[in-house]
């Protein structure tokens, strides 16, 4: 059983001894700190938090464990049920809320669960706000109104005023994408996309195939959406003569495609594909974190425009989006946030505007991806032996390529221009570990950095 606690929200498997997993008593623990870290910041309002959930087996319950814990703080709940991430973001914005809570462990397995906090913009809370929380919830400075002051419960669905939202961005040509008449299949791995983003491609024109689309949280595969998890997908597109393969992730705020004879088209080229059409349209920077393929960067540089690397997580990315001002930005998971509609992994608008570049650029999903920069990437984990060593390996990388472009935004980041490769190591929160990125123009190049920084690495460990 695990509990991990850390600024982007509270995530745990469901059962257990408190502080073990994700316990009843966690989660009145930390959803009442969320309402007094609230309370704080707006000391004589009447709070209005909104709550939405993924489709979880586990959500009901600690849906009404959350929405009674923030009543018994006196606070009004806006139930938004069965709602994906990026809608219960946007409820919040929709309702001029002073927060909500997500109820999902994202592309975590059906035992986890989550609590995933946001401030009034529908954001999720700083660095700074997410210690103060956990520290609140360590010295249960917290209490409970008497019976005149409880809160009240209200139910509302958001997913329609979401897609409105959606659709009436005008980078959303509906029209050029009727015209295509495009067919999709869409796996939402048993969670609410399954409900939620039909309606979107029913309103686009687009014949969908349901795959996996039946919300009962018990999921049919690993539901992060990498490539060995959408084989089935891959193969339906091929059967039913799709133009593509939609997949996304539990709470709908990650995205991958498969192109139309079943091969990926790259997790990291949604966001790629995204931006290319958006800066086509609109002038500005772009962001992604350091992790991220180099793609985004070449592209944006084609448009004239400037790149900006984050540190790792949506929370940094969104900083750095509000910084710079840029026009796009996400994560090379899938993640596209497009600032015009709101700060915040979106899957829907991906759709969206991927489905306005196919139907606009007239190729084949395959060409498409053909058409940007080709990039291979290695993933590795250093295991440490002793942890305390973390520190030191990372400094020591430093220094050994300190010829080379250096980023210690996040860990450390090699840019090896000449060759238009980059490593990426940074440690991990939970583990005695080392993540190890290498992205190269060709998989044996990345795999050869990869072998070489691990090398590297080994030497360091070993004096």
């Known amino acids: 059983m695990t509990l991990i606690k850390s600024i982007s929200g509270i995530r745990g498997t469901i059962g257990g001894k408190p502080g073990d997993g994700l316990t009843p008593l966690d989660v009145v623990k930390f959803t009442a700190a969320y309402s007094t870290l609230i309370k704080k910041k707006y000391p004589n309002r009447e709070l ?26 006196g606070a009004n709940v806006v139930n938004a049920g069965l709602a994906s991430t990026p809608t219960t973001e946007m409820a919040v914005i929709f309702e001029k809320a002073d927060g909500g809570i997500i109820l999902t462990a994202s592309h975590n397995p059906k035992q986890w669960n989550a609590l995933k906090l946001l401030n009034e913009k529908g954001e999720f809370l700083t660095a700074q706000e997410g210690e103060e929380l956990l520290q609140i919830a360590e010295r249960e400075e917290f209490e409970f109104v008497d019976i ?38 869409l796996d939402a791995v048993n969670s609410v996309g399954g409900v939620t983003m039909p309606l979107l491609l029913e309103r686009l024109g687009v014949e969908c ?34 133009h593509l393969g939609i997949s996304v992730d539990p709470d709908v705020d990650r995205l991958a495609f498969i192109c139309e004879d079943g091969t990926p088209f790259g997790e990291e080229y949604t966001l790629v594909s995204v931006a290319d059409y958006v800066l086509q349209n609109i002038k500005g920077p ?13 592209v944006t540089e084609a448009f004239g425009e400037k790149y900006y690397p984050a540190a790792v997580g949506e929370v940094n990315v969104t900083t750095k989006m509000h910084e710079v001002n840029a026009v796009i930005g996400g994560e090379g998971n899938g993640g596209v946030i497009y600032p015009a509609l709101h700060h915040g992994r979106d899957a829907y608008m991906g759709v969206a505007l991927f489905l306005s570049n196919l139907a606009h650029k007239r190729v084949k999903m395959s060409e498409l991806r053909d058409s940007y920069p080709q990039y291979f990437i290695s993933k590795n984990r250093i295991e440490i032996s002793e942890p305390q060593l973390v520190d030191k390996i990372l400094e020591s990388v430093a220094k050994v390529y300190q010829g080379e472009d250096v980023s210690l935004i996040d860990g450390v980041k090699v840019t090896f221009d000449s060759t238009k490769s980059f490593a990426h190591l ?21 795999d050869a950095l990869a072998e070489s920084i691990l090398a590297k690495v080994n030497e360091i460990e070993i004096k």
């Open 48 to 73: 209005k938090i909104v709550v939405g959930r993924d489709a979880r087996i586990s959500g009901e319950l600690v849906n009404n464990l959350v929405c009674g814990t923030l009543c018994a703080c």
């Open 209 to 242: 195939i349901k795959l996996n689309c039946s919300p009962t949280g018990d999921f049919a595969h690993n539901p992060e959406p990498l490539p060995k998890n959408l084989v089935e997908l891959s193969e339906a597109v091929v059967k039913n003569g799709a």
């Open 286 to 298: 772009t962001v992604s974190n350091l992790s991220s393929t180099r793609a985004l960067r070449d």
């Open 148 to 185: 005149d002051n409880v809160g009240k419960i209200t139910c509302k669905d958001f997913t329609q005023e979401h897609i409105n939202a959606v659709l009436s961005d005008s980078l959303v040509d509906i029209q050029a994408i009727k015209n295509e008449q495009f067919k999709v299949v």
């Open 426 to 446: 940074r440690k991990s929160n939970t583990e005695p570990i080392i993540r190890l990125y290498c992205e190269a123009p060709t998989q044996k190049e990345a």
